[in-house]
């Protein structure tokens, strides 16, 4: 993650590059997914201390820049958890 952060005195603004990967839970067969995340955000902030705290947001945005199926590609999945699925 990159960010760029400006102090404009009572206000901050933040520009955040966010490249990595998140490791999640396969809908299909519940098996380690490892999902590819690029996003960006720019926001502005009005700090309560001399601290900014971007964490939540950072969780945020790459929350929503996932698929909102998370599953493997077609014959990836744990064989032994999919074959209960066609039954």
Known sequence: MTADVHNHG??????C????SVTVACDRC???????????FE???APDSDELD????V???V???????????EGECNQETTKYLSK
């Open 30 to 40: 519940l098996e380690d997914l490892v999902i590819p995340v690029e996003t960006s």
């Open 43 to 45: 926001e502005s902030y």
């Open 54 to 57: 971007l964490r939540q947001d």
């Open 63 to 73: 929350c929503i820049s996932l698929p909102l199926q998370r599953v493997h590609p």
């Open 59 to 61: 969780y945020d945005y």
């Open 10 to 15: 009572l206000t901050a603004d933040a520009a």
């Open 17 to 20: 590059v966010i490249t990595g």
